[in-house]
T-cell receptor
Framework: DQQVKQNSPSLSVQEGRISILNCDYT??????FLWYKKYPAEGPTFLIS?????DKNEDGRFTVFLNKSAKHLSLHIVPSQPGDSAVYFC??????????????FGQGTTLQVKP | KAGVTQTPRYLIKTRGQQVTLSCSPI?????VSWYQQTPGQGLQFLFE???????NKGNFPGRFSGRQFSNSRSEMNVSTLELGDSALYLC???????????????FGEGSRLTVL
């Protein structure tokens, strides 16, 4: 049972435009959500997170939106740059931001930003 | 500050063998988690160790086991290897205790296991 789903395996965007990556979850116990980026031959690196008590969190070019009623979150990258080309993973925790190592990840979306 | 270190980076085994992977967390991090990444499945949580005790466990068979040492270094073992165990095994560390900032995990580069 896939509790966190990223239904788009890939996304292609022109440089300078907005990239929108989507993620759906089914477990209502999830109360903390994170996005990770992964380049080939490297481990995933943390991008941005959001608590379930918020509906938006911004960090530079990256903004995460959370719609609890729809159990949906999205990552917006504006403007997109070629260096953003990577696999993006959505992850969820049922432990808040309590520093547990247990996260439930989606399958990932491969973003390609074309120059 | 040194990052999370995993060894070996690549290894090839045959069915029925067993394998041990090692992970050294970031200094000061007491939680070590292991994840399996396969194409189309994303990262699947195996288990988490904190202060030498297994704190969380995923839905993997008993062939997958782990342990953590007093210096927080961790090993995971897979016995009786199957073809489906071919994957990238990622280790991640975090402080593992409050107060927490972002709850983020710090990942190593992974150990690529191929089972023939």
């Amino acid at each position: 049972d896939q509790q966190v789903k990223q239904n788009s395996p890939s996304l292609s965007v022109q440089e300078g435009r907005i990239s929108i990556l989507n993620c759906d979850y089914t477990n209502s116990m999830f109360d903390y959500f994170l996005w990770y980026k992964k380049y080939p031959a490297e481990g995933p690196t943390f991008l941005i997170s959001i608590s379930s008590i918020k509906d938006k969190n911004e960090d530079g070019r990256f903004t995460v939106f959370l719609n609890k009623s729809a159990k949906h979150l999205s990552l917006h990258i504006v403007p997109s740059q070629p260096g953003d080309s990577a696999v993006y993973f959505c992850a969820a925790s049922a432990y808040g931001s309590s520093n547990t190592g247990k996260l439930i990840f989606g399958q990932g979306t491969t973003l390609q930003v074309k120059p | 500050k040194a990052g999370v270190t995993q060894t070996p980076r690549y290894l090839i085994k045959t069915r029925g063998q067993q394998v041990t992977l090692s992970c050294s967390p970031i200094s000061g991090h007491r939680s070590v988690s292991w994840y399996q990444q396969t194409p189309g499945q994303g990262l699947q949580f195996l288990f988490e160790y904190f202060s030498e005790t297994q704190r969380n466990k995923g839905n993997f068979p008993g062939r997958f086991s782990g342990r953590q040492f007093s210096n927080s270094r961790s090993e995971m073992n897979v016995s009786t290897l199957e073809l489906g165990d071919s994957a990238l095994y990622l280790c991640a560390s975090t402080r593992g205790e409050r107060p927490a900032n972002t709850g983020e995990l710090f990942f190593g580069e992974g150990s690529r296991l191929t089972v023939l």
